[in-house]
């Protein structure tokens, strides 16, 4: 064996050996969360749909359920419109005192569509559906878990890299080789068999774990991985606002409601349908609406922002991702690739098929290396290695595997 494929197995082996249940939480944890919300709706029934609702209910009047419920919290409400008419339309209050001082804990209140009333308070972490994004995103341990959460998605990376330089057939023997490189020898001795399931696990869904690595680490460890994409390409900073000056705003009459607004968020992409809207923070601060126009990768989080004035309805800034650089668009799939959600119901069953694979390939990583560990101590590793030499089965095709 050459020197860089000892490196490479050292490397390969002891990021599993070390990591490997680590993997494997990030792995089913992802596949929980790409219907988290979901949890959520069937833990707690204040939140499943009211069948026969035609129409959400205005929402000036939610904005109006939630100040009434919670006067003491100011103005500031981040709401996210409803999919589906009968859907409780949830907002988000991002600084609650409640959880001052944590990471991100907002405090989650949905509204009846057909009372109007606010039904359900929760905070952040505390459903079952946010504890299990926050085990996912942070381990539970605050920004050190986030840290290690994204330095995790590096290893697992190197891991995949790691064993796909293993794997690679050596130069020579053909077409030959290459075919028994991606063949499941059903007749050989476990050993075999357990690395071949090992193999043939990272050849095929190996492409899809290493985007979901490496996107997870970006978006878990964003300041090291915008300035890298940035020196290839330069993100677009947030617009700067412009306020209306003291002649126009002398004019107004007094500030527009929510509907108004996103009314006219909607006018200047007719295309687009909002997505959340964060209402004022203060008297005479602007709303800031979130848009989806067509095309635009995953449906939660889209990059059309636009800026409107409280009082007059101007429209002070706006974020197109029309514009956007190539860094812009590199970052902007990073959350639709890491949900699935970039490409609809099949993308994010596949992501969460997916978070199955680490379990796999831990299970049969570890049993190879313990079967080659039995065998540098001479002792046997199955049944049909116990039995007489006679009557023992041939290992077919076992060369030599990581």
Known sequence: MN??????????????LVLGLWFVLLGLTGSALVFYRGLDEWADPRLAARPGVAASPPLEAVYQALRTAHPQRGMSWRIELPREPGEPITARHLAPVESRGQRFAPLLSSVDPLTR????DRFWGQTPGTWLYDLHY??????????????????????LVSGLWLWWPAAGGGAGRWRRAWQFKRQAAAPRR??????LAGLYGGLLLLVLALTGAALALPDLARPLIARFSPLTPMPQLRMPVAAEASRLTGPMDVDAAVARAEQAWPDARARWVDTPAAPGAPYR???????????RFPDTLVWIDSRSGQVLARRDPAGFSAGDCVWRWMHPLHSGEA??????????????????????????WWH?????QGRPTTVAARAPAARAAPVSGAGPAP
């Open 3 to 16: 020197r860089a494929r000892r490196l490479w197995l050292a490397v390969h082996r002891w990021l599993g």
């Open 117 to 120: 009333q606010v039904v359900a």
């Open 138 to 159: 942070t381990l539970l341990l605050g920004e050190a878990g986030h840290q290690a959460v994204g330095w995790a998605g590096v290893a697992l990376a190197a891991s």
């Open 194 to 199: 357990v690395y071949d399931l090992h193999k």
């Open 289 to 299: 609406v979130r848009l989806r126009q067509p095309g635009e990768p995953g449906d």
């Open 343 to 368: 490409f609809g119901l099949p993308g994010r069953l596949l992501v969460c098929a997916c978070g199955v694979l680490p379990l796999l390939l831990a299970v049969t990583g570890g049993l190879r």
């Open 372 to 376: 080659k560990r039995r065998a540098r």
